[in-house]
């Protein structure tokens, strides 16, 4: 009997694991989408075509929700980081520019900019944002780092690493508001050029 038991929960743990991804994913779109204000967890659990109480069950408070979307959106731009080029970039540093900017003006980049916003005015948001945000932007620098075949050891590499992530980041807010494709491009193919001079080859 205890077998059929174990046999019976799986499908409802599989459920429940699905329910709370649909919860996450839903929370991460209506953050991009709508933002802190708009984002509650009536529209998150309509968007993830479940109860408010269904919802509730997995996130008893938004606090909850938002602070596990907080996790969530850290792990998949770690994951996206990641698979970026899963064979190497083969020295084309042009290639890994344009990939890195494309990942800060991508949705995720979107709902992390919200929940940054809504973490300087939520206090229990606040140090779990902030904690997530500096291991991201670690995985971010050591990934950029690999990638574009940097040598730290000389001086000023760092420096210089830190600085085309900090223009990607500025690149992501300046397309919160107007598409600027094309100048991207000539931002991207600037890049490229300067790290080739100050990397070398």
Known sequence: MGAVTAVDRSPKQDRSRATRQR????AVACLAEHGWAGSTVSVVAERAGVSRG???HHFPTREDLFTAAVEYVAEERSTALRALFPEGAAGDRRAVVAALVDLYTGPLFRAALHL??????????????TELEARVGRESHRAAVELLGADESRAGVRETVQGLLDMARGLGLAHLLTDDTARRRRVVAQWADI???????
């Open 195 to 201: 790290l080739d001079r100050e990397l070398g080859g």
């Open 23 to 26: 919860l996450l994913e839903a």
């Open 54 to 56: 269904a919802a509730q």
């Open 116 to 129: 940054w916003v809504a973490a300087s005015n939520e206090d229990q948001l606040g140090a779990r944002v």
